[in-house]
């Protein structure tokens, strides 16, 4: 089942997709659906509107990391998001002025379902609620080291598009057998395949939970293939893993970023 989370006639609602429309789930509007240019939509999360803790992985795909001129790494390379970088599907990110080189990461990202604690490899998909697609954009002028990406880098407002939809973890019973690609403005950039990654989705949890508690509603987003290119005001980012779905957004400048919240 495809979840979503929106705001529509003045509240926020929980919703699932029914025939191409957003049918409602809130007891007083139950069953009412809605046209998808109707809503705002927002990062579609559950059991809580808003993550404890975002993870994020860098140089998790070969071809990235030799695009990158790394060797791969050996144990995961995480960094940690502010959940302030996170917007939801159709909105803005703002590109900072005077940046050189802002590129966009089309990314599996895992909704955690359940607490989880020395979770072994073998159980670990059983603790996800469900996937989603995420947009880890980057700002290289900022970069210090890829192996530990600095704050200004990665944890900028409105730089970690997240959505549309929550599929549930049964609708995906293999993970790494997924294809992802972006276009920008139509033009295909990225494209890739979750069985690229070097530490599958099953590994960075008992990796993860080995020494921390996972909780429902947190994030791991598991790293971008290669092709990744420079995004300038005004350019439409798409970023869509198969099954999942396509999640669209905007990049504005500044100025521009100003007073918006999507697009319809």
């Not at 579609?44 to 993870?55: H, K, N």
């Not at 996800?128 to 990406?149: M, S």
């Not at 947190?218 to 005001?233: A, E, W």
């Amino acid at each position: 089942m495809k979840r979503a989370r929106i705001a529509w006639a003045g509240a926020v609602h929980n919703a699932v997709e029914k025939d191409g429309q957003l049918e409602l789930l809130t007891p007083a509007f139950a069953g009412r659906r809605v046209n998808f240019d109707d809503v705002v939509w927002l990062p579609p999360l559950a059991p809580v509107s808003r993550p404890r803790t975002i993870l994020a992985l860098g140089l998790n795909y070969a071809d990235h990391a030799k695009e990158l001129e790394f060797k791969p790494p050996v144990e995961p390379l995480a960094f940690l998001k502010g959940e302030a970088s996170l917007i939801g599907h159709r909105a803005f990110t703002v590109r900072p002025d005077g940046v050189k080189f802002m590129h966009y990461e089309c990314e599996l990202a895992v909704v955690m379902g359940r607490e989880a604690k020395n979770v072994k490899k073998a159980t670990a998909l059983d603790f996800v609620a469900g996937y989603t697609v995420a947009n880890d954009y980057a700002i290289r002028d900022y970069l210090e080291n890829w192996y530990r990406p600095n704050l200004r880098v990665k944890n900028r407002d409105t730089c970690t598009p997240l959505g549309p939809w929550l599929v549930d973890a049964a609708d995906i019973p293999d993970p790494q057998a997924l294809a992802l690609k972006t276009t920008v403005n139509g033009q295909l950039t990225q494209q890739g395949q979750t069985n690229d990654m070097i530490f599958d989705v099953a590994t960075l949890i008992e990796y993860f939970s080995a020494f921390m508690t996972l909780m429902p509603g947190d994030l791991i987003l598991t790293g971008t293939p290669d092709g990744v290119v420079d995004c300038l005001p005004g350019d439409v980012v798409v970023t869509e893993i198969d099954g999942i779905g396509a999640l669209l957004n905007t990049i504005a400048s500044a100025q521009m970023g100003s007073g918006l919240t999507s697009r319809n």
